[in-house]
């Protein structure tokens, strides 16, 4: 099955720096790499998603990056704001009907 | 809207009872799932269920079962708890077709099993 890892497993940065989020995965066959958040005492929020046949997506101050050949993806967060705090997941999915796997998580702390 | 809507928010379980979360999305969508969350483990499926009538097995179903009776609910059952069941359980939903996939989940069920 898939496996994805992630790290850091904890980033800290000052607020207005930017923040950066790695993944691998191991399947060759994902082709969908959602990113989720999770505020403190609520469940994850997709926050951005790529799919295989795009390289780069960006949403305001949130970017996805996505590197088939070396199966890696990353979240990159500009210009950092103290509620950017929170914990991200990176995902993978195979095509079709298969479940998503998770990354283990990064805990994003923003230093005002 | 609610959502996914989970119960009960926080329990404390003898080791060998038996447990239910309940589960009710209200968005009609065809896909539910359980995951637990653990520290430096990530989110990690229990089971799912495509449809309504239908489940399936995900990473860690031992210990665990579900079922769905109908659309709305997927309730998470705990025959006889055990410690290493002691988690942060998350319900999930998805539309299986059309909006690519995009989790919706509830805001958790603390579970410690003493």
């Known amino acids: 099955g898939e496996n994805v890892e992630q790290h850091p497993s904890t980033l800290s940065v000052q607020e207005g720096d930017s923040a950066v989020i790695k993944c691998t995965y191991s399947d060759s066959a994902s082709n969908y790499f959602p990113w989720y958040k999770q505020e403190l005492g609520k469940g994850p929020q997709l926050i951005i998603d790529i799919r295989s046949n795009v390289g780069e997506k960006k949403d305001q101050r949130i970017a996805v990056t996505l590197n088939k050949t070396a199966k890696h993806f990353s979240l990159h967060i500009t210009e950092t704001q103290p509620e950017d705090s929170a914990v991200y997941f990176c995902a993978a999915r195979p095509g079709g009907y298969q479940k998503v796997t998770f990354g283990t998580g990064t805990k994003l702390q923003v230093i005002p | 809207i609610a959502g996914i809507t989970q119960a009960p928010t926080s329990q404390i379980l003898a080791a060998g009872r038996r447990m239910t979360l309940r589960c009710t999305q209200d968005m009609r969508h065809n896909a539910m799932y359980w995951y637990r969350q653990d520290l430096g483990l990530g989110l990690r499926l229990i089971h799912y269920s495509n449809t309504a009538g239908t489940t399936g097995k995900g990473e860690v179903p031992d210990g665990y079962s579900v079922s769905r009776a109908n659309t709305d609910d997927f309730p998470l059952t705990l025959a006889s708890a055990v410690p290493s069941q002691t988690s942060v359980y998350f319900c999930?939903?998805?539309?299986?077709?059309?909006?690519?996939?995009?989790?919706?989940f509830g805001e958790g069920s603390r579970l410690t099993v003493l």
């Open positions: 999930a939903s998805s539309e299986v077709q059309g909006s690519g996939g995009e989790l919706f």
